[in-house]
């Protein structure tokens, strides 16, 4: 028996969420706007990002090139190999970014060149004030328009405190009941049952009820006021309706990651099905990534992929963890053998460091969940272990130079 993953009533509330915010064609009209680099430039130097943005301008001019180390190495590519996108997470906002910019203008004439990694993941709660106040336009003017990264991918996490104000003004567009906690200071979150944080279950696994609502909104206005168009998931109920809330605007991606994706084969095939029931017409879907679980050999990423190829769903990059931070899994894991596996298969991957492997100070999953003051407090120590996150990625992009695996990195270092 084959039963709709979203019923008519959910159907309902999605579009009219949609139409609240002007529709699909609004919504990606103002995303493309906002990505522009005069744009944001233009409103943080109203709130006070000016000069840091035009000192990111002046360090991209010093950063090393990866055309430059291919033609003092000799380096040819062996196209029988498949291609690795490099990956980094952990871009906590603009003070840490633009510390990480430093190290890696840094790094030009040096034995070890840092390059920059083509996808960025950042873990930072999206607060009103984050969304706002300039900090997240800052990062995403320095990481797309300067560094040119290919994604920048934010983290909506269902339990971050918000207006009261806005709750109910959800319930009235949707029609439907969200069950949350007074705060104080107008302020409620939506309650959490699991774990029961701010913050949730593992970043806001937990999406009871109709919550997957809160999600969808919370991303809305995010790249509405910003230009973010590439969301990391924090649930299966997510998945499911964006792929139906995102179909007609092409603009906007989420990335499925390792908490909820492939450690085996039938996960996998179960989110090719979800794909496929909310496919746009070009043929593709509003995900964009998926993360194969840590657990995963390099034979089950190498199926996933030939799976993902039959399946005709177009358009989707699959990544593995080559390191990851101590606290978030088995202490010393390394996928760097099971890396080399996938691309000498043939076979395209995204290689992501959550850790550099030698778990450094901040190199944690807490250094995720800082408040704004700490954060700041700690942005260079912070921007240091987005550095050697970086550098680690290029030393395993020239190792992959060297064997003729052609790596992929962001456009800042071409």
Known sequence: MHFKLLSDADLKAIDALKEFHGGSRVISETITKMRDLGTRKKILADKGFGPMIEDAEQLIKKFPKVPDYEKKHNISYN???GQGTAQVSGWQGAKVTHQAMKRIAASAGTDEPCFVPSEFISV???TDNYIYNGDLMATLAMSENIMKCSKFCST???GIPMPEVRFQQLEKVTGKKFERADLGNALSALTLKNQGTFFGNFGGIEVANDNHLVYLDGITRTAKANGANFFLNPSWSTIVAVCYYGREIPNLHIKISMLLATQNLMQFRMILNIMKEYLREDGTSPIYEINVGNGATAETFIQC??????????????????YIN????MANFNWTDNMFK????GTNMTYKYESDGTAREM???????????ERDANATKIGDVIFYKSLQASRDGIKMMKKGIKPIFGGGSY
């Open 79 to 81: 196209n029988k190999f």
């Open 124 to 126: 930072v709660a999206l």
């Open 156 to 158: 909506n996490l269902i």
């Open 305 to 322: 992929a030939k799976d993902l190829k039959a399946s005709g769903i177009k358009g989707i990059s699959l990544s593995a963890h080559i």
């Open 326 to 329: 101590p606290d978030l899994g």
């Open 342 to 345: 996938v691309l000498e298969s």
């Open 363 to 373: 190199d944690t999953m807490a250094a995720y969940f800082l408040s704004e003051e």
